[in-house]
């Protein structure tokens, strides 16, 4: 059962780390009951996060954390697929009251639950994972064989999505329309055209091939100290820096932009059993001006690494930007179904200008072919160069933002 291995894993990392319920709860800020049920697999938590911070914290390494997260996804969606049977436990995790005022994020305008497939954006590096966040994705009809919008679930958020427009050819401009329902992270329309093609399922059984579900966390960390962001703001009237989990609320509240380089993370999955081929990545661009010319604060200090597995990057400055792979990797196609996701990690950068942008998947099964719009909500992306901007960080145990010391303006 796939709920059976998930928490098996749990249980795996847990005994080899040597840590007690009671420290991992402390140190996870969540009860010590509610980590029994996670890892007698009585429960599955609704949210991926608190399972990733179980697992950092019990010293996983990247191979299990990509099998961790492949195994709390079928978990999931075996959880989903009960649903008005005898659902499954599932449970978002708990704060116990002992916690200290200073653990608890900022759980502000944007902090929500992640549950589907992950988009990112910048100079594109999509780095494969075997893992990913599961949206409901319900397509339209197309008898006709033209576009039909279907919505695409966010990486933070349970609730409808957002569905907006598609574009021109590859490297064009477009302004993209958004629909008033929802407000989900981040969103994604797809079109379908063709005829009723099939697919053969288990058994022979022909079925329609569907758009795959996709994902977005537009704000993906690459390391523990984040990225970096440009406010119109002066360092004093900027909180602290958030953690991952709570990016999107201090974002938006600040009016922040990525700066630099922007990392999201984009999960591709099947939605019936028919297999679906990712066919090409394109990126569209909707403005480009000159680089905002704000205050850059860095999300954290003295990090490096850099992406090492199956990568692919954009270059949002070139006159027609487009996806290439990186370092020997291997372009699109790719394959997906329900049962085997895929994530796609995109480093986009920009240094010398400002730059609206967003991306389209094509996709086609069969004789069905279509194409899924990601975006941020409705919005396209936005990444602006941050060469010679005034550069804060605030150091561990520090109390307020600084200039840093050994590069006060960001080299170009």
């Known amino acids: 059962m796939a709920g059976d291995e998930f928490a098996e894993l749990l249980g795996q990392l847990k005994d080899r780390s040597g840590l007690s319920y009671g420290v991992l709860g402390k140190r996870l800020h969540t009860s010590t009951s509610t980590l029994h049920r996670y890892v007698n697999g009585d429960a599955v938590p609704t949210d991926y996060a608190p399972v990733e911070r179980f697992a950092r914290v019990c010293r996983a390494t990247p191979e299990e954390l990509v099998e961790l997260h492949r195994r709390w996804l079928l978990a999931d969606a075996r959880r989903g697929q009960k649903a008005g049977a005898a659902p499954e436990a599932t449970e978002a995790p708990d704060t116990p009251a002992e916690e200290e005022p200073q653990a608890r994020p900022a759980a502000s305008a944007g902090t929500t639950r992640r549950r589907t497939v992950v988009l990112a954006g910048s100079a594109v590096a999509a780095v494969l994972v ?88 537009p704000y993906k960390w690459e390391d523990p100290c984040g990225p970096h962001f440009l406010v119109d703001r002066k360092p004093e009237q900027v909180p602290p820096p958030p953690g991952e989990q709570d990016a999107r609320g201090w974002v938006n509240a600040l009016g922040a932009v990525s700066a630099g380089q922007q990392m999201l993370a984009l999960t591709v999955q099947g939605t019936g059993k028919a297999t679906v081929v990712l066919d090409d990545l394109h990126v569209r661009v909707v403005e480009k001006s000159a680089p905002l010319d704000w205050n850059d604060f860095s999300m954290g200090v003295g990090c490096g690494g850099g992406v090492d597995t199956t990568a692919f990057e954009v270059d949002l400055d070139a006159g027609r930007p487009a996806v290439s792979p990186k370092a020997g990797q291997r372009d699109f196609p790719y394959k997906v179904s329900e049962s085997d996701p895929e994530v796609f990690y995109i480093l986009a950068d920009a240094r010398a200008h400002n730059v609206s942008w967003y991306l389209e998947l094509d996709w086609s099964s069969g004789d069905r072919k279509g194409t899924v719009r990601i975006d941020d909500k409705g919005q396209p992306f936005r990444t602006s160069g941050n060469a010679g901007r005034p550069a804060y960080d605030y150091p561990l145990g520090a109390s307020e933002w600084g200039r840093n010391e050994y590069e006060p303006d960001i080299p170009g």
């Open 130 to 217: 075997s893992a990913a966040l599961v949206a409901n994705l319900v397509p339209g009809d197309d008898e006709q064989g033209g576009k039909q919008s279907v919505g695409a679930g966010a990486p933070s958020v349970d609730e409808s999505p957002r569905v907006s427009g598609s574009a021109d050819a590859k490297g064009g401009s477009a302004s993209p329309s958004v629909s008033p329902s929802g407000s989900p992270t981040a969103s994604a329309s797809a079109s379908r055209s063709g005829g009723a093609g099939a697919a053969q399922g288990d058994g022979g059984a022909a079925e329609k091939a569907t758009a795959p579900a996709v994902a977005v966390n």
